[in-house]
């Protein structure tokens, strides 16, 4: 699946089962606890000052590829928390397929603190760092309105640039702007060319949109309207 976790060396996580709690997408209320606070202080001793901290050296790519390897173990294992922090710990290396698995445990809310805003700033930086999938789940997105303002134009040109990299659902969906006119001018000749794509790379693109489209290519009829394609 697209939206599925995406190991460097793993294939792809089958999705998991929403947990019940995340059914729906309401408001989760997180209740965080503090410790106790002083209410009256008689002397205050000033402390000495403490040296200077420094900067957590930049984790090296071997490093960084095997903190995804454990993530992905684990979530496969169920201990989705941990995996989480691994899989946030790579991402903040800047690793786009890090990120993108973070979006998706995200909103997925499987994780102890879901996050929306987080997992909408992960996937952005992880499809503008060229990371196919996350491409083609943010286009997905826009193209929806799913926790973001609709976008046709946007997901059209994202879902442009996951075709490009050769993501088989993204050929398709990118036929279908084309097709429909959606986020793009209205073009019969681009939609067969990337639903015929799509189709070699093995997606369930439309048959009948692809015969029809392609029928002038092969000698047969011209009709490219929609009416002519159903």
Not at 111 to 124: D, G, I, K
Request: proline content about 7%; overall charge positive; glycine content about 8%.
């Amino acid at each position: 699946s697209a939206r599925s976790l995406a190991p460097p060396v793993f294939p792809a996580v089958t999705p998991r089962p929403r947990s019940r709690r995340s059914v729906g997408w309401g408001l989760v209320i997180c209740l965080a606890l503090t410790g106790p606070t002083l209410t009256a202080v008689t002397r205050v001793r000033a402390e000495p000052a403490r040296p200077a901290t420094r900067a957590a050296p930049t984790p090296d790519a071997a490093t960084v590829r095997a903190w995804n390897r454990e993530a992905f173990l684990l979530y496969e294992a169920g201990r989705i928390a941990r995996a989480c922090v691994l899989f946030r710990r790579a991402a903040r290396s800047g690793d786009a397929s890090a990120r993108y698995n973070v979006a998706v445990i995200r909103l997925r809310e499987e994780s102890r603190a879901p996050s929306v805003a987080e997992a909408v700033s992960m996937l952005r930086a992880s499809a503008q760092a060229g990371f196919a999938p996350a491409q083609y789940m943010l286009a997905a997105m826009l193209e929806s309105g799913r926790h973001m303002a609709v976008s046709q134009a946007e997901a059209t040109a994202w879902y442009g640039k996951a075709a490009e990299q050769g993501h088989v659902d993204a050929q398709t969906s990118f036929a279908t702007q084309h097709y429909l006119g959606r986020g793009t001018p209205q073009d019969y000749v681009q939609a067969a060319g990337w639903y015929e794509r799509a189709a070699g790379g093995g997606a369930g693109a439309p048959q009948d949109r692809i015969d029809s489209l392609c029928a002038p290519r092969r000698g047969g009829a011209k009709d490219l309207s929609p009416a002519g394609a159903r």
